[in-house]
Antibody, heavy 115, light 112 residues
Framework: EVQLVESGGGLVQPGGSLRLSCAASGFTFSTYWMTWVRQAPGKGLEWVANINQDGSEKYYVDSVKGRFTINRDNAKNSLSLQMNSLRAEDTAVYYC????????WGQGTTVTVSS | DVVMTQSPLSLPVTLGQAASISCRSSQSLVYSDGNTYLNWFQQRPGQSPRRLIYKVSNRDSGVPDRFSGSGSGTDFTLKISRVEAEDVGVYYCMQATYWPGTFGQGTKVEIK
């Protein structure tokens, strides 16, 4: 069964850092682009970042550029999102998804940025 | 960024009746390879999104055939032929032709 499981969310103060992880199973992880999407409380969906199969191409939405870093470890079938200089507006459920057209989603991990 | 506009934003429907959601993009979603990367997602209450339709009209595995997608260029439609109780939730269109992918605002489907 294809599965994505996110972890690492929590409560952090403004300006703080958090690292999210996504464990992939049930498919050949190294052959897929991967994407992070977020959903603020009661709001819609926003593409955050994506990364190609070998990690040589990374793209970020403007609002997180310079603060967030997407990475992957194909040996461990793992995707990560390092989030620095967090702001209140980064509060959201963060989902990892397979492919640019997001055919499979994880259950999400909640990030709350608040003092 | 490509703007995706859905209508209506709220859709009360009677069980067993049909429902239709419109999605318009601010520019054509036809990619250079000839494909149109327009997807539809369902998000049930308390759950993560689930893709229903990809490339305009292709149903994902396990999606009931009462869901269908159509359209071209900038205008797209998701239809539910006979709404069931399990179809309650928010439906999003999403374009993956251009980076970054962008989503519509969502259409909340509820039972009358």
């Amino acid at each position: 069964e294809v599965q994505l499981v996110e972890s690492g969310g929590g409560l952090v103060q403004p300006g703080g850092s958090l690292r999210l992880s996504c464990a992939a199973s049930g498919f050949t992880f190294s052959t897929y682009w991967m994407t992070w999407v977020r959903q603020a409380p009661g709001k819609g969906l926003e593409w955050v970042a994506n990364i190609n199969q070998d990690g040589s191409e990374k793209y970020y939405v403007d609002s997180v550029k310079g603060r967030f870093t997407i990475n992957r470890d194909n040996a461990k079938n793992s995707l990560s999102l390092q989030m620095n200089s967090l702001r209140a507006e980064d509060t959201a459920v963060y989902y990892c998804a397979r492919r640019n057209d997001t055919d499979v989603w994880g259950q999400g991990t909640t990030v709350t940025v608040s003092s | 960024d490509v703007v995706m506009t859905q209508s209506p934003l709220s859709l009360p429907v009677t069980l067993g009746q049909a429902a239709s959601i419109s999605c318009r993009s601010s520019q054509s979603l036809v990619y250079s390879d000839g494909n149109t990367y327009l997807n539809w997602f369902q998000q049930r209450p308390g759950q993560s999104p689930r893709r229903l339709i990809y490339k305009v009209s292709n149903r994902d595995s396990g999606v009931p055939d009462r869901f269908s997608g159509s359209g071209s260029g900038t205008d797209f439609t998701l239809k539910i032929s006979r709404v069931e109780a399990e179809d309650v939730g928010v439906y999003y269109c999403m374009q993956a032709t251009y980076w970054p992918g962008t989503f519509g605002q969502g259409t909340k489907v509820e039972i009358k």
